[in-house]
């Protein structure tokens, strides 16, 4: 069976999901990517573009040994029925496939967590430094400070307890 890494290593984030690129494809099936095309050309109802698709060239200029398809899980699974012998491959990259991309998911739902704590955080931060909502940051000093008080106010004070 494929290692999980070997197949994460190889897998793109395309089009809001997991696509494993033709030649890894072909490489783990041993297979030419030339073989791949010819396949899903003459089968096109079989592969709709959700399962697999023709990259654009935006997409091909953001990725080394650009790829020309890329097969999501399920259009991977449909080259069982059209490649015999190749079956067993296909069957043990399948789980492999599964596992990377729950690794993908698990990564973004980390990143997701990661964004809001620090969201969070900077707003108690703000809080702290009294820069909630635009209000003025203004130093309170600790203690006796007698530069406060008017002149003889100690004096009167005094007095008053005396008396």
């Known amino acids: 069976m494929s290692a999980p890494v070997e197949v994460l290593s190889r897998l793109l984030w395309l089009r809001d999901t ?3 690129p033709d ?12 073989a791949l095309a010819a396949l899903v050309q003459t089968h096109p109802e079989r592969f709709h573009e959700s399962l ?11 990725i080394p040994d650009a790829p020309v398809l890329a097969f999501t899980e399920a259009g991977a699974a449909l080259l069982t029925g059209l490649l015999p012998g190749k079956e067993p491959a296909l069957l ?13 998911t698990s990564q973004a739902e980390l990143s997701a967590r990661v964004t809001a704590l620090e969201q969070k955080l900077e707003v108690v931060l703000k ?3 009294g820069d909630e909502e635009g209000e003025p940051h203004i130093e309170h000093p600790i203690g006796f400070v007698s530069e406060d008080l008017p002149k003889g106010l100690k004096a009167k004070l005094r007095t008053a307890k005396k008396g």
Request: aromatic share 8%.
């Open 23 to 34: 030649r890894a494809l072909a490489y783990q099936l041993g297979l030419e990517p030339e």
């Open 18 to 20: 997991a696509a494993l």
């Open 52 to 62: 697999v698709f023709l990259l654009t060239a935006e997409e091909r200029q953001k």
């Open 127 to 129: 809080a702290l430094q």
């Open 92 to 104: 043990a990259l399948l789980p492999a496939f599964v596992e990377a991309r729950h690794v993908l």
